[in-house]
């Protein structure tokens, strides 16, 4: 008697074939992921230096300067302005930072949507002028304003700092609103027009919302500049009139206070907060609209 094996019944107990995977080539997945991979280790090349600032902050040196670890303690972040002059020159550094900013960021936008908006006679050397000081080493620029303040009898210190610092952070603010505002679709604009919305209404509730992230990276941008400049800042000030770096580089040669480190740190995190807190204004932006 002959077996009926199309019967459910005589279907053998151990199931479908098995499916074999084969075996991926590891350079197959090196290749496709490679920019992946060289991000990422530039990302860790970049941040070397502030992981060592951060780990030094921790640290309590034997001698004068902090170049080698010996002991982990918190006694740098507890006293803070522990080191003499050192707070003196961060206020003054800060301060300058945020005037400096202000100043730049409103003029440098004032600029920006003049190139960007209007044609009139010399734009084109504007677009030149306003490229000089980036192109120009800082060495040059210092010492040029070192005359022209000198000529002119105006006595170097606070004032004179603030002066170079707008010059060449202006540059750079114009750069990158100019950027946001090359990107703009004027249909938006011209939409609100056409539902009767005035140039100010326009303004306000489509255009500068708009260039609103390009003007806070630009006054970003300005700040750090203004901040962390060594090179105008030592040919335009005076004996008195000690900015951060230039205590940092002073200190260099005599001793160097953890507190510098518990600084450079403080600056660190609050710039990673400051883009990270725009990020996720962004992403939540950008679900709103979904």
Not at 74 to 95: H, Q
Not at 123 to 143: H, K, Q, W, Y
Not at 148 to 176: R, Y
Not at 185 to 197: F, K, V
């Amino acid at each position: 008697m002959a077996l009926d094996t199309s019967s459910p019944s005589r279907v053998s107990a151990k199931g479908p074939a098995p499916v074999y995977r084969k075996s991926r080539n590891p350079l197959v997945w090196v290749r496709e992921h490679i920019i992946s991979i060289m991000a990422f280790f530039a990302f860790c090349y970049l941040l070397l230096p502030n992981a060592v600032v951060i780990l030094f902050s921790f640290n309590k040196p034997n001698g004068r300067f902090n170049y080698q670890w010996s002991t982990f303690s918190l006694d740098a972040w507890k006293n803070i302005c522990g080191a003499p002059g050192i707070c003196e020159s961060l206020t003054l550094s800060l301060k300058i930072a945020f005037l400096s900013t202000l100043a730049a960021t409103i003029l440098g936008t004032m600029i920006a949507f003049a190139l960007i908006r209007h044609r009139f006679w010399g734009r084109s050397g504007t677009n030149l002028i306003i490229f000089l000081p980036m192109a120009t080493p800082e060495v040059v620029m210092g010492s040029s304003l070192l005359t022209l303040f000198v000529n002119i009898g105006i006595p170097l210190g606070f004032w004179t700092i603030l002066i170079a610092h707008i010059m060449f952070c202006v540059s750079f603010v114009v750069v990158t609103v100019k950027a946001r505002l090359a990107s703009l679709d004027p249909r938006l604009e011209q939409a609100a027009a056409d539902l009767y919305a005035t140039e100010a209404q326009t303004f306000w509730r489509i255009t500068f919302p708009l260039v609103a992230p390009g003007i806070g990276a630009a006054a970003l941008l300005s700040f750090s500049l203004s901040f962390d400049d060594y090179i105008i800042t030592n040919f335009n000030a005076s004996p008195a009139s000690v900015t951060f770096p230039m205590y940092v580089w002073g200190s260099a040669t005599r001793g160097t206070p953890v507190q510098i480190n518990v600084i450079g740190t403080i600056m660190f995190l609050l710039a990673v907060a400051i883009v990270g807190v725009g990020q996720l204004i962004s992403m939540s932006r950008r679900r709103a609209l979904k």
